[in-house]
């Protein structure tokens, strides 16, 4: 039996067509090892969102080719997309698939088996009337949820981002298939499911559909017991998207807009098409509708420009939204955009000293936001078991995104249980009474 090891770099759309193609090697009858191990054939799904993403994707198709000389090396996603040339250009890549072709891995591997020869497959992932890529999933590698790619593509153009060149424009996948995809899975006794896309507000702009009626759609299947929504952008919350939801039982209150700088200067070099007050406004939306939701953030300090006043107007503004999570970036020059020829590019130095001021607010208002629900009934979705001081425990997170712990023996993968977080057990787990 022929073996075959995926790895897979970046994001969660990444994350579900790499499942989708590690089950089409399955299904054509090849046995799949861990990467580490010696193997037939290696798939590496690549990442472009930095310099940094290109050049682990170089490495992870080099370190395969290093373990198995013989083996057939693929290289897929948006490294090679962005950088083709480059890619064929690599004596460690056998194949190299663009997006929109990760459907044809286990024909291409047929054809490179027969003659031997260095096949490319990318598409000009741009050009127009390009239709969403089907991948399909029966299971998947968490046991509870379980996510979903429903859209792909961006028109954005954030001055800073290549994800627009990588994965072409937006494209969604019929609302029939995603439900059919999701009966599935409740089958299979998953029970959250995680909606994804590269730009998950736009989902339906191509086909008449919507977000807020695809999540309603999702929400009738009677064993769908949770919906949770990846990152969408605020412009897509109005009130009448937002009331809907509410009316959604379903849906986790647990909201990710991308704000990526709290002043209305760098948004606007950042091409991010709204004002601070407007993304404010959105999330008042979410505490009008929904009881303490979890609302939660991207920032990127050191944009191009960005002097020490212009960080201080973000700073108050996170402090007058106040979010749960607060994931920080510092800005990494991306050959290929826009923000890469700006002047006034800010010290490596500065990055790291306003970075520094951001982790350490966003870790207090994270706290603060567990706290609040401390001796609160709360639902959790137990995802795994873990020992935690020697001791066994059953972990999860309520539909906020708090993680707490149950002891094992009240228990099981896959329970839905309420209870109250008590105490903090260890960082950032609450143990649940």
Do not use: W
């Amino acid at each position: 039996m022929k073996t075959a090891a995926l790895h897979n770099l970046g994001c969660k759309v990444n994350s579900y067509e790499t499942e989708a193609m590690r089950e089409m090697l399955e299904n054509a009858g090849y046995k799949i090892v861990d990467f580490h191990d010696v193997a037939d054939v290696y798939v590496i799904n690549t990442c472009s969102v930095t310099n940094m993403a290109d050049r682990k994707s170089r490495q992870m198709l080099h370190r395969a080719k290093k373990q198995n000389p013989d083996a057939i090396v693929v290289g897929c996603g948006c490294y090679v997309q962005t950088s083709e040339k480059e890619a064929l250009a690599d004596t460690a890549v056998d194949i190299i698939i663009g997006n929109d072709k990760k459907h044809e891995l286990v024909d291409l591997i047929e054809e490179f088996e027969k003659n031997r020869t260095e096949i490319d497959a990318v598409i000009d992932i741009n050009e127009k009337g390009r239709e969403f890529e089907t991948l399909h999933l029966s299971e998947q590698s968490e046991h509870s949820r379980a996510f979903i790619k429903v859209q792909d593509g961006c028109n954005q153009f954030c001055s800073y981002c290549i994800i627009p060149f990588a994965r072409g424009r937006v494209r969604s996948r019929q609302l029939n298939d995603i439900l059919d995809e999701v009966s599935r899975m409740t089958e299979k006794g998953y029970s959250e499911f995680v909606l994804s896309g590269i730009h998950l507000s736009s989902y339906g702009v191509d086909s008449g559909a919507s977000l807020i009626t695809l999540i309603e759609a999702v929400a009738a299947i009677e064993k769908v017991e949770r919906i949770r929504l990846g990152s969408f952008e605020p412009m897509v919350v109005t009130e009448d998207f937002v009331k809907r939801l509410a009316e959604v039982k379903k849906v986790c209150p647990h909201f990710h807009l991308s704000l990526q700088s709290g002043c209305d200067g760098t948004l606007k070099r950042m091409n991010r098409r709204y004002t601070s007050a407007q993304f404010k406004e959105k999330c008042d939306l979410f505490r009008k509708y929904f009881d303490n939701p979890a609302l939660t953030t991207d920032v990127i300090v050191g944009f191009p420009g960005e002097t020490d006043e212009e960080f201080e107007e973000t700073k108050k503004f996170l402090d007058s939204v106040h979010f749960y999570e607060l994931h920080v970036f510092k800005y990494s020059k991306r050959k290929g955009t826009v923000a890469a020829g700006m002047k006034d590019q800010i010290d490596e130095k500065i990055k790291t000293e306003r970075s520094a001021v951001l982790i350490k607010k966003a870790d207090e208002m994270s706290e603060e936001f567990r706290q609040s629900y401390l001796n609160k009934d709360v639902e959790v979705l137990v995802e795994e078991k873990v020992k935690i001081l020697n001791k066994e425990y059953g972990i999860g997170f309520t539909k906020e995104y708090i993680k707490v712990a149950i002891p094992s023996g009240q228990c099981e993968i896959g329970d839905i249980i309420i209870g109250k977080p008590v105490s903090k057990l260890k960082d950032d787990i609450y143990l649940l009474a």
